[in-house]
Antibody
Framework: QVQLVESGGDVVQPGKSLRLSCVAS????????IHWARQAPGKGLQWVAV????????YYTESVKGRFTVSRDNSINTVFLEMNNVRPEDTALYYC??????????????WGQGTLVAVSS | DILLTQSPALVSVSPGEKVTLSCRAS??????VAWYHQKPGQSPRLLVY???TRASGIPRRFSGTGSGTEFTLTISSLESEDFGVYFC??????????FGGGTTVDFK
């Protein structure tokens, strides 16, 4: 069955860095886009970033551009989210989610359980 | 970014009742809308994509309609496991996907 497992969440000070990982299984990982979304405590969902199946294109929500970088290693079925210069407003549960085979099919048909990032001094 | 406005913010219903949730987009998004259900402490679950196509394993009581800027998710007969928060999502602008603020469905 399709499974996505996030890890790497932690308590981090403002201005520091953190790397999240998402390990996938149960589908042909190298054929699908992967998205990152986040949910602040008690709030709604915010899309964060997407990476294409081969890693050739990456897009980000405006508030993380220049600070976050998404990448993937198809040899180990893993997507990463490198978070630099984190801010208190980045505090959230971060989910990775499976997208479609083509970029326009950007609904998320499977989600991981999330990993918690707390930015605090 | 395309803004999605969901209404109502909260609806209180009893099992067996019909529920209609709305999602309005700030600009036309064709039929590129998905709906998700999230229970407390769980990840979101895809219900509908393409505005009206049920995802795999989703019961027939869930139906989505709409195109352009107005979208609706209807639950024909609410069951106990359907309580929680429902989010719509637009992916017409797939390089800047956005979600609505959510509608909470709880017990009357």
């Amino acid at each position: 069955q399709v499974q996505l497992v996030e890890s790497g969440g932690d308590v981090v000070q403002p201005g520091k860095s953190l790397r999240l990982s998402c390990v996938a299984s149960g589908f042909t990982f190298s054929s699908f886009t992967i998205h990152w979304a986040r949910q602040a405590p008690g709030k709604g969902l915010q899309w964060v970033a997407v990476i294409s199946s081969d890693g050739s294109y990456k897009y980000y929500t405006e508030s993380v551009k220049g600070r976050f970088t998404v990448s993937r290693d198809n040899s180990i079925n893993t997507v990463f989210l490198e978070m630099n210069n984190v801010r208190p407003e980045d505090t959230a549960l971060y989910y990775c989610a499976k997208g479609g085979m083509i970029p326009q099919d950007a609904w998320h048909d499977r989600w991981g359980q999330g990993t918690l990032v707390a930015v605090s001094s | 970014d395309i803004l999605l406005t969901q209404s109502p913010a909260l609806v209180s219903v009893s099992p067996g009742e019909k529920v209609t949730l709305s999602c309005r987009a700030s600009q036309r998004v064709s039929n590129n809308v998905a709906w998700y259900h999230q229970k407390p402490g769980q990840s979101p679950r895809l219900l509908v994509y393409g505005a009206s196509t049920r995802a795999s394993g989703i019961p027939r009581r869930f139906s989505g309609t709409g195109s352009g800027t107005e979208f609706t998710l209807t639950i024909s007969s609410l069951e106990s496991e359907d309580f929680g928060v429902y989010f719509c999502q637009q992916y017409n602008d797939w390089v800047s996907v956005t979600f609505g603020g959510g509608t909470t469905v709880d017990f009357k």
